[in-house]
Protein backbone atom coordinates (compact mmCIF):
# COMPACT_ATOMS: atom_id res chain seq x y z
CA UNK A 1 0.00 0.00 0.00
CA UNK A 2 2.79 2.46 0.83
CA UNK A 3 4.42 1.57 -2.84
CA UNK A 4 1.28 2.56 -4.43
CA UNK A 5 0.83 5.59 -2.44
CA UNK A 6 4.47 6.80 -3.24
CA UNK A 7 3.77 5.87 -7.23
CA UNK A 8 1.12 7.86 -6.98
CA UNK A 9 2.58 10.51 -5.19
CA UNK A 10 5.53 10.74 -8.30
CA UNK A 11 2.88 10.68 -10.73
CA UNK A 12 1.59 13.83 -9.25
CA UNK A 13 4.47 15.75 -8.85
CA UNK A 14 5.29 15.38 -12.19
CA UNK A 15 2.05 16.13 -13.80
CA UNK A 16 2.00 19.33 -11.61
CA UNK A 17 5.34 20.64 -12.31
CA UNK A 18 5.11 20.52 -16.17
CA UNK A 19 1.53 22.24 -15.41
CA UNK A 20 -0.94 24.75 -14.03
CA UNK A 21 -3.53 22.41 -12.01
CA UNK A 22 -2.30 22.07 -8.41
CA UNK A 23 -2.01 19.10 -6.31
CA UNK A 24 -5.32 19.24 -4.33
CA UNK A 25 -7.31 19.06 -7.87
CA UNK A 26 -5.03 16.31 -9.07
CA UNK A 27 -5.30 14.34 -5.92
CA UNK A 28 -9.47 14.86 -6.19
CA UNK A 29 -9.36 13.30 -9.80
CA UNK A 30 -7.66 10.33 -9.15
CA UNK A 31 -9.80 9.63 -6.22
CA UNK A 32 -13.06 10.33 -7.99
CA UNK A 33 -11.66 7.80 -10.92
CA UNK A 34 -11.14 5.92 -7.85
CA UNK A 35 -14.80 5.94 -6.64
CA UNK A 36 -15.75 5.08 -9.98
CA UNK A 37 -13.71 2.22 -10.70
CA UNK A 38 -15.16 0.80 -7.46
CA UNK A 39 -18.68 1.17 -8.15
CA UNK A 40 -18.25 -0.27 -11.95
CA UNK A 41 -16.73 -3.40 -10.38
CA UNK A 42 -19.34 -3.76 -7.24
CA UNK A 43 -21.90 -3.48 -9.60
CA UNK A 44 -20.44 -6.21 -11.54
CA UNK A 45 -20.13 -8.23 -8.79
CA UNK A 46 -23.41 -7.98 -7.43
CA UNK A 47 -25.13 -8.92 -10.87
CA UNK A 48 -22.72 -11.80 -11.05
CA UNK A 49 -24.04 -12.75 -7.56
CA UNK A 50 -27.23 -12.16 -8.56
CA UNK A 51 -27.06 -14.53 -11.87
CA UNK A 52 -26.12 -17.23 -9.81
CA UNK A 53 -28.61 -16.54 -7.16
CA UNK A 54 -31.67 -17.26 -9.91
CA UNK A 55 -29.35 -20.04 -11.63
CA UNK A 56 -29.59 -21.75 -7.80
CA UNK A 57 -33.12 -21.37 -7.68
CA UNK A 58 -34.07 -23.09 -10.96
CA UNK A 59 -32.21 -25.93 -10.58
CA UNK A 60 -33.73 -26.74 -7.09
CA UNK A 61 -37.07 -26.07 -8.54
CA UNK A 62 -37.54 -30.26 -10.23
CA UNK A 63 -38.89 -32.43 -7.02
CA UNK A 64 -37.12 -35.01 -8.54
CA UNK A 65 -34.30 -33.46 -8.95
CA UNK A 66 -34.29 -32.33 -5.57
CA UNK A 67 -34.98 -35.63 -4.33
CA UNK A 68 -32.07 -36.92 -6.22
CA UNK A 69 -29.95 -34.41 -5.02
CA UNK A 70 -30.33 -35.11 -1.41
CA UNK A 71 -29.97 -38.97 -1.96
CA UNK A 72 -26.65 -38.35 -3.24
CA UNK A 73 -25.29 -36.05 -0.90
CA UNK A 74 -26.99 -38.85 2.20
CA UNK A 75 -25.66 -41.48 0.91
CA UNK A 76 -22.10 -39.66 0.73
CA UNK A 77 -22.46 -38.62 4.57
CA UNK A 78 -23.90 -41.78 5.48
CA UNK A 79 -21.58 -43.85 3.55
CA UNK A 80 -18.90 -42.27 5.56
CA UNK A 81 -20.09 -43.45 9.23
CA UNK A 82 -17.74 -45.74 10.49
CA UNK A 83 -19.54 -49.67 10.05
CA UNK A 84 -22.45 -48.15 7.94
CA UNK A 85 -20.29 -50.14 4.66
CA UNK A 86 -22.26 -49.63 1.47
CA UNK A 87 -24.98 -47.29 1.46
CA UNK A 88 -28.34 -46.38 -0.42
CA UNK A 89 -31.10 -43.94 0.06
CA UNK A 90 -34.57 -43.33 -0.46
CA UNK A 91 -36.13 -39.38 0.18
CA UNK A 92 -39.58 -39.05 -0.29
CA UNK A 93 -41.17 -35.53 -0.59
CA UNK A 94 -44.47 -34.18 0.24
CA UNK A 95 -44.65 -32.15 -1.85
CA UNK A 96 -42.82 -29.83 -4.98
CA UNK A 97 -41.05 -27.03 -4.14
CA UNK A 98 -43.28 -23.71 -3.35
CA UNK A 99 -43.38 -19.76 -4.76
CA UNK A 100 -44.42 -17.45 -2.09
CA UNK A 101 -45.64 -14.57 -3.44
CA UNK A 102 -45.45 -10.57 -2.35
CA UNK A 103 -48.82 -9.36 -1.44
CA UNK A 104 -50.47 -5.87 -0.21
CA UNK A 105 -52.89 -5.84 2.66
CA UNK A 106 -55.69 -3.31 1.73
CA UNK A 107 -58.24 -2.41 4.28
CA UNK A 108 -61.35 -1.06 2.90
CA UNK A 109 -64.53 0.80 4.86
CA UNK A 110 -67.24 -1.14 4.75
CA UNK A 111 -70.82 -0.35 6.09
CA UNK A 112 -73.06 -2.99 7.42
CA UNK A 113 -76.94 -2.69 7.82
CA UNK A 114 -77.00 -1.41 11.24
CA UNK A 115 -75.41 1.61 9.91
CA UNK A 116 -71.74 1.00 11.61
CA UNK A 117 -68.91 1.30 9.79
CA UNK A 118 -66.01 -1.85 9.98
CA UNK A 119 -62.69 -2.58 8.55
CA UNK A 120 -62.34 -5.34 6.25
CA UNK A 121 -58.60 -6.43 5.34
CA UNK A 122 -58.21 -7.34 1.43
CA UNK A 123 -55.29 -9.77 0.65
CA UNK A 124 -53.76 -9.31 -2.86
CA UNK A 125 -50.70 -10.32 -4.47
CA UNK A 126 -48.43 -7.62 -5.92
CA UNK A 127 -48.47 -8.30 -9.71
CA UNK A 128 -46.03 -6.50 -12.57
CA UNK A 129 -46.27 -6.39 -16.38
CA UNK A 130 -43.52 -8.67 -17.68
CA UNK A 131 -42.89 -10.26 -21.13
CA UNK A 132 -46.42 -9.23 -22.42
CA UNK A 133 -48.21 -11.06 -19.45
CA UNK A 134 -48.84 -10.06 -15.51
CA UNK A 135 -46.55 -11.74 -13.05
CA UNK A 136 -46.36 -12.19 -9.19
CA UNK A 137 -43.52 -10.97 -7.46
CA UNK A 138 -42.02 -14.45 -5.77
CA UNK A 139 -40.39 -13.30 -2.86
CA UNK A 140 -38.76 -16.70 -2.10
CA UNK A 141 -39.35 -20.68 -3.18
CA UNK A 142 -39.37 -23.06 0.05
CA UNK A 143 -37.85 -25.96 -0.71
CA UNK A 144 -40.11 -29.28 -0.85
CA UNK A 145 -40.44 -30.81 2.83
CA UNK A 146 -39.11 -34.24 3.21
CA UNK A 147 -41.42 -36.80 4.37
CA UNK A 148 -39.49 -39.76 4.85
CA UNK A 149 -36.02 -41.25 4.27
CA UNK A 150 -35.34 -44.99 3.55
CA UNK A 151 -31.41 -46.10 4.39
CA UNK A 152 -30.27 -49.01 3.89
CA UNK A 153 -27.02 -50.15 4.71
CA UNK A 154 -24.36 -53.30 5.22
CA UNK A 155 -23.85 -52.15 8.84
CA UNK A 156 -27.65 -51.68 9.29
CA UNK A 157 -27.98 -54.33 11.82
CA UNK A 158 -25.86 -52.47 14.29
CA UNK A 159 -27.80 -50.74 16.91
CA UNK A 160 -25.27 -48.26 17.28
CA UNK A 161 -24.62 -47.44 13.58
CA UNK A 162 -28.12 -47.32 13.21
CA UNK A 163 -28.60 -44.62 16.02
CA UNK A 164 -25.10 -42.72 14.18
CA UNK A 165 -27.21 -43.03 10.93
CA UNK A 166 -30.91 -41.88 12.32
CA UNK A 167 -29.15 -38.96 14.22
CA UNK A 168 -26.83 -37.63 10.76
CA UNK A 169 -30.13 -37.67 8.65
CA UNK A 170 -32.52 -36.09 12.05
CA UNK A 171 -30.03 -33.31 12.26
CA UNK A 172 -29.55 -32.43 8.48
CA UNK A 173 -32.74 -32.83 7.62
CA UNK A 174 -34.33 -31.09 10.28
CA UNK A 175 -37.34 -33.99 10.82
CA UNK A 176 -38.31 -36.57 13.38
CA UNK A 177 -36.43 -39.78 14.01
CA UNK A 178 -39.65 -41.34 13.42
CA UNK A 179 -39.82 -40.52 9.71
CA UNK A 180 -35.69 -42.59 9.57
CA UNK A 181 -36.17 -45.62 8.88
CA UNK A 182 -32.67 -47.80 8.88
CA UNK A 183 -32.06 -51.87 7.57
CA UNK A 184 -29.92 -54.06 6.86
CA UNK A 185 -28.73 -54.77 3.07
CA UNK A 186 -28.60 -57.99 1.40
Known sequence: MKKLYDEIKKIIEKITEKSRISKKMLLSAFLLLAGIIALTVSEISAESKAASAQ?????TSGTGEYAADLEMRLTSIISSISGAGKTKVMVTLESGSEEIY????????????????SFERKDEYVIV?????????VVRVAEPRVRGVAV???G???EVVREQII??????????????SVAKMN
Do not use: R
Request: hydrophobic fraction near 30%; aromatic fraction near 4%.
Open 167 to 180: SAVTALLDISSAKV
Open 129 to 137: DSDGGEKGI
Open 102 to 117: LHDYNYGENADPSGKN
Open 152 to 154: VCE
Open 55 to 59: TTVIS
Open 156 to 158: GNS
